[in-house]
């Protein structure tokens, strides 16, 4: 199943300790839609044949170089964090009733940073992943892992 959609999200450093390292809160908001790539997959997914809802992470971050600090000198940079991440997906086109899903997991973050120059801005590519797997209200068991690609532009 591929899933697409758009974030948005922030970074709030609570201590910096130079401009190469801080440690802070990072709240972000996902929509998303997911569409089977197979047959296969429509008839067997949870879901149906299509799925949207949206993802709530928010996380303790340590972030090193390029991001620990507004417009960093370092041109690359790292990111660990570790939080909880809200899902709800609302099913769209399941012949039967619809059956929304909701739950809510722990998760662990490790992003890359590369400043693209001073006009282009910041490139993240993003990791997250469920520690353990989440139980919905109809006690399936659900987890995620996701791949982020993330542009700040003006950097």
């Known amino acids: 199943v591929m899933t697409y959609g758009g974030c948005i999200g922030f970074n709030f450093p609570l201590v910096q300790s130079d401009n190469n390292?801080?440690?802070?809160i990072s709240p972000n908001a996902t929509?998303?839609?997911t569409v089977p790539s197979s047959s296969e997959d429509a008839e067997y997914s949870y879901f149906g044949s299509r799925a949207m809802g949206y993802t709530i992470p928010v996380m303790a971050t340590l972030k090193y170089g390029t991001d620990a600090q507004y417009k960093g000198r370092m041109k690359l940079g790292a990111t660990l964090g570790v939080g909880y991440r809200y899902t709800s997906y609302i099913t769209t086109t399941n012949e039967s009733e619809s059956m929304p899903a909701a739950f809510g997991v722990p998760i662990l973050?490790?992003?890359?940073?590369?400043?693209?120059?001073?006009?282009?801005?910041?490139?993240?590519i993003r990791y997250l992943t469920s520690l353990v797997k989440g139980?919905?209200?109809?006690?399936?068991?659900?987890s995620q892992s996701s791949l982020y690609l993330v542009y700040t532009p003006n950097w």
């Open 31 to 33: 929509l998303f839609i």
């Open 109 to 124: 973050m490790g992003e890359i940073n590369f400043k693209m120059g001073r006009k282009l801005g910041l490139l993240k």
């Open 135 to 142: 139980r919905d209200k109809y006690d399936l068991e659900l």
């Open 21 to 24: 390292l801080s440690a802070g």
